[in-house]
């Protein structure tokens, strides 16, 4: 028998009581799992190679675990919001679902490797900088449908890559396109179709909604009419921030001259990085310092104005280091050290972005030693010529500023 079960509540212990609560609370406080939210440009296309079914992407900012991203092969259709081929009968083509677990850090590169097949198409993707595998987290939409011609997953007259969030087949919000098209298919600028269909739309896609050429979209207007593709980022392989790295990558817009395409495809789907895309940090910048003097004894309270200074691990005024202070980035402050008198001292900032040039802001000023003298003494109170007080005032003026005395 069950003795807490005869007990009035009030008399019940209180630990299990609390326990029970607490287990309620927890439950009804944990939070949904939020998303990052991608804005345009925020994912690239970094290679595909159609020989092997395999193309890399990076996201350019941080994800949060939960997030959600979705990529296809799949040729926009252009002049409607709803992207439509998914929908029909076009198998040869696919879309996938990659669901994060934990979060991932901006630059990291992914290599999506897709196996057609009639009836059970798979696919695998792991991240480049250690091979770890992301396959659990990748979901193929449409399931045995999609990708089942072979030998090749993307094809060969032509295609695109689409990175995208939210339900392919109602309302996505696009995020980053790359295009390569064949000579057979319409086109315009940037390797976009005038208009896909079910006929051209496994080679070709219109423009996504949302998305500019040059700017988050690209492609090549132009190819061989068969055969085999591959294409490659070949560009520079460090970048400072998410806008450069975006820039570099799309280029003009129009068979970026950042980019190598070859048919039939060969060893140039290999990108010129590797691992991660490196995020640089800027070099520091210092325009100014004030004050712009203080004494050999060091001691001084100056405020160093200029760009790029956070994370700043060190400072040296005509080269003996200072005491950091605050910082914002824009401003640092510090605490000047002993240095021999000197003028057009440099002020130099280091961070993990490298350390300023020189310049020859700061001016070390020896104290001056020489004592005061004394230019006037007047009687104050008692007044007059002569006086039989005991006591008298006097005011004694010198030749610069002195200290009171104690005493």
Same mark, same amino acid.
């Given at each position: 028998?069950?003795?807490?079960?005869?007990?009035?509540?009030?008399?019940?212990?209180?630990?299990?009581?609390?326990?029970?609560?607490?287990?309620?609370?927890?439950? &009804?406080?944990?939070?949904?799992?939020?998303?990052?939210?991608?804005?345009?440009?925020?994912?690239?296309?970094?290679? #595909?190679?159609?020989?092997?079914?395999?193309? +890399?992407? &990076?996201?350019?900012?941080?994800?949060?675990?939960?997030? %959600?991203?979705?990529?296809?092969? =799949?040729? =926009?259709?252009?002049? /409607?919001?709803? #992207?439509?081929?998914?929908?029909?009968?076009?198998?040869?083509?696919?879309?996938?679902?990659?669901?994060?677990?934990? *979060?991932?850090? +901006?630059?990291?590169?992914?290599? %999506?490797?897709?196996?057609?097949?009639?009836? *059970?198409?798979?696919?695998?993707?792991?991240r480049d900088s250690d091979s770890t595998s992301f396959s659990s987290q990748v979901t193929i939409g449409g399931g045995s449908t999609r990708w089942s011609v072979?030998?090749?997953?993307?094809?060969?007259?032509? !295609? /695109?890559?689409?990175? =995208? @969030?939210?339900?392919?087949?109602?309302?996505?919000? #696009?995020? #980053?396109?790359? *295009?390569?098209?064949?000579?057979?298919?319409?086109?315009?600028?940037?390797?976009?179709?005038?208009?896909?269909?079910?006929?051209?739309?496994?080679?070709?896609?219109? $423009?996504?909604?949302?998305?500019t050429v040059g700017t988050n979209a690209f492609g090549w207007p132009t190819g061989a009419a068969s055969g085999t593709y591959s294409g490659a980022y070949n560009?520079?392989?460090?970048?400072?921030?998410?806008?450069?790295?975006?820039?570099?990558?799309?280029?003009?817009?129009?068979s970026p001259s950042s980019w190598t395409l070859t048919a039939p495809a060969s060893s140039a789907a290999v990108p010129s990085v590797s691992g991660t895309l490196?995020?640089?940090?800027?070099?520091?910048?210092?325009?100014?310092?004030?004050?712009?003097?203080?004494?050999?004894?060091?001691?001084?309270?100056?405020?160093?104005?200029?760009?790029? $200074?956070?994370?700043?691990?060190?400072?040296?005024?005509?080269?003996? *280091?200072?005491?950091?202070?605050?910082?914002?980035?824009?401003?640092?402050? &510090?605490?000047?050290?002993?240095?021999?008198?000197?003028?057009?001292?440099?002020?130099?900032?280091?961070?993990?972005?490298?350390?300023?040039?020189?310049?020859?802001?700061?001016? =070390?000023?020896?104290? !001056?030693?020489?004592?005061?003298?004394?230019?006037?003494?007047?009687? @104050?109170?008692?007044?007059? @010529? /002569?006086?039989?007080?005991?006591?008298?005032?006097?005011? %004694?003026?010198?030749?610069?500023? %002195?200290?009171?005395?104690?005493?």
């Amino acid at each position: 028998m069950n003795i807490l079960a005869l007990l009035p509540l009030a008399r019940r212990p209180a630990t299990r009581l609390a326990l029970g609560l607490c287990a309620l609370l927890a439950c &009804a406080a944990a939070p949904a799992r939020a998303q990052t939210t991608l804005a345009t440009g925020d994912a690239v296309i970094l290679s #595909f190679d159609q020989a092997t079914s395999t193309f +890399k992407w &990076a996201p350019l900012v941080d994800l949060a675990a939960g997030t %959600v991203i979705g990529l296809t092969d =799949y040729g =926009y259709p252009g002049g /409607s919001s709803t #992207f439509s081929f998914p929908a029909t009968g076009i198998t040869s083509d696919g879309y996938l679902t990659v669901t994060f677990s934990a *979060a991932v850090t +901006k630059g990291t590169i992914f290599t %999506v490797t897709i196996t057609p097949h009639a009836t *059970a198409p798979s696919v695998s993707m792991t991240r480049d900088s250690d091979s770890t595998s992301f396959s659990s987290q990748v979901t193929i939409g449409g399931g045995s449908t999609r990708w089942s011609v072979t030998p090749s997953a993307l094809s060969g007259g032509g !295609d /695109s890559l689409i990175i =995208y @969030q939210g339900n392919i087949l109602s309302s996505p919000t #696009f995020v #980053f396109c790359a *295009a390569w098209v064949a000579t057979v298919v319409p086109n315009t600028s940037g390797g976009f179709t005038t208009s896909a269909s079910t006929s051209n739309g496994l080679n070709a896609s219109a $423009l996504p909604p949302g998305l500019t050429v040059g700017t988050n979209a690209f492609g090549w207007p132009t190819g061989a009419a068969s055969g085999t593709y591959s294409g490659a980022y070949n560009g520079p392989t460090t970048a400072t921030d998410r806008a450069t790295w975006l820039s570099r990558i799309v280029g003009s817009g129009t068979s970026p001259s950042s980019w190598t395409l070859t048919a039939p495809a060969s060893s140039a789907a290999v990108p010129s990085v590797s691992g991660t895309l490196a995020f640089t940090s800027p070099a520091p910048t210092v325009s100014a310092i004030s004050p712009t003097s203080g004494t050999t004894a060091g001691g001084t309270s100056v405020t160093i104005t200029g760009t790029n $200074l956070t994370g700043a691990t060190g400072v040296t005024i005509g080269g003996t *280091a200072a005491t950091l202070g605050a910082n914002t980035g824009t401003t640092l402050a &510090a605490t000047t050290g002993a240095h021999a008198a000197g003028t057009g001292l440099s002020v130099l900032v280091t961070t993990p972005g490298g350390t300023n040039s020189a310049n020859t802001l700061f001016t =070390y000023v020896a104290p !001056d030693t020489t004592p005061p003298t004394v230019t006037s003494i007047i009687r @104050q109170t008692p007044s007059g @010529q /002569s006086t039989t007080s005991t006591s008298a005032t006097f005011r %004694v003026t010198f030749s610069e500023a %002195v200290n009171a005395p104690t005493t």
